[in-house]
């Protein structure tokens, strides 16, 4: 079993920046692709960006690339998602996603554990 647990979130300006956090729980977390995903109301949920278990491998939305930066702490269990630059359609609940079978998909579907979410508001 894996818990996600993620912080960081909140209100920013455009303009601005944060950084969320993502804890994971288990021995073998590490050995985990991640990704994280948004959903703003209304809209189904979407990629935002993936790790793979390595660190050595990212992909990202064309909407956040430049932008958002994904990376992870193997010493803490903790993956984290950078986001500079942000703007009034990047306001959404975010999540942290495990995917315990292979490489970082931006299908939700391929992932097998989530976090309770954080909600990003960026104000204009």
């Known amino acids: 079993q894996v818990q996600l647990v993620e912080s960081g979130g909140g209100l920013v300006q455009a303009g601005g920046s944060l950084r969320l956090s993502c804890a994971g729980s288990?021995?073998?977390?590490?050995?985990?692709?991640m990704g994280w995903f948004r959903q703003a109301p209304g809209k189904e949920r979407e990629f935002v960006a993936a790790?793979?278990?390595?660190?050595?491998?990212?992909n990202y939305a064309d909407s956040v690339k430049g932008r958002f930066t994904i990376s992870r702490d193997y010493a803490k269990n903790t993956v984290y998602l950078q986001m500079n630059s942000l703007n009034a359609e990047d306001t959404a609940v975010y999540y942290c996603?495990?995917?315990?079978?292979?490489?970082?998909?931006?299908?939700?579907?391929?992932?097998?554990?989530w976090g309770q979410g954080t909600q990003v508001t960026v104000s204009s």
């Open positions: 996603a495990a995917n315990t079978g292979g490489l970082p998909s931006s299908n939700p579907s391929r992932y097998d554990y």
């Open positions: 288990g021995r073998t977390f590490s050995s985990y692709s």
């Open positions: 790790i793979t278990w390595t660190g050595r491998s990212s």
